[in-house]
T-cell receptor, first 110, second 111 residues
Framework: GEDVEQSLFLSVREGDSSVINCTYT??????LYWYKQEPGAGLQLLTY?????DMKQDQRLTVLLNKKDKHLSLRIADTQTGDSAIYFC??????????FGTGTRLQVFP | DADVTQTPRNRITKTGKRIMLECSQT?????MYWYRQDPGLGLRLIYY???????NKGEISDGYSVSRQAQAKFSLSLESAIPNQTALYFC??????????FGQGTRLTVV
């Protein structure tokens, strides 16, 4: 079955880089996503990557995909207090239903 | 106006009561989803629908039912609510090649 795992918490100092990791089990996943959930809000898509890519960069965000190890990471450069949120990794096959990870709560301290 | 609207936003109900959570979307998408969010468990898929005549069970459908009244509307029902259904519920919509858009969530408490 499909399973997506993340560590539950990450704490970083403002200005440092944050790296949030995710592992998944479904080798047929074709899309992998990162969503952000701010307090009291729904989820918003941050970025996504196709399974035939190994890296995608979008401003402060860098996504790395190791398909062999089924490992996905999200790096946030120059982390700000406004980046404090829960980050969800998700996977789908051919944009079928989304399977989400457990979420990583990122706390940024001054 | 929000792309995905959920009502109510908060609800407290008693064990054994029937409750319906409603979702409507203005994106014109065919696909709609219901998820529940619990601390440490992430979002788990309850039901999903790829068009008006299509309803599929997700990972945790027991104790829930859904109705796709129209392309824009997808409601979730708890026929007889129980305390372990206390959670944050999210509706989402997508199309085949688009991201999923989420509602603001419904916080349900069953006492």
């Amino acid at each position: 079955g499909e399973d997506v795992e993340q560590s539950l918490f990450l704490s970083v100092r403002e200005g440092d880089s944050s790296v949030i990791n995710c592992t998944y089990t479904d080798s047929s996943s074709t899309y992998l996503y990162w969503y952000k959930q701010e307090p009291g809000a729904g989820l918003q898509l941050l970025t996504y990557i196709f399974s035939n890519m190994d890296m995608k960069q979008d401003q402060r965000l860098t996504v790395l995909l190791n398909k062999k190890d089924k490992h996905l990471s999200l790096r946030i450069a120059d982390t700000q207090t406004g980046d404090s949120a829960i980050y969800f990794c998700a996977e789908s096959m051919n944009t079928d239903k989304l399977i989400f990870g457990t979420g990583t709560r990122l706390q940024v301290f001054p | 106006d929000a792309d995905v609207t959920q009502t109510p936003r908060n609800r407290i109900t008693k064990t054994g009561k029937r409750i319906m959570l409603e979702c409507s979307q203005t994106k014109g998408h065919d696909r709609m989803y219901w998820y529940r969010q619990d601390p440490g468990l992430g979002l788990r898929l309850i039901y999903y629908s790829f068009d008006v005549k299509d309803i599929n069970k997700g990972e945790i459908s027991d104790g829930y039912s859904v109705s796709r009244q129209a392309q824009a509307k997808f409601s979730l029902s708890l026929e007889s609510a129980i305390p372990n259904q206390t959670a944050l519920y999210f509706c989402a919509t997508s199309d085949q090649d688009t991201e999923a858009f989420f509602g603001q969530g419904t916080r349900l408490t069953v006492v």
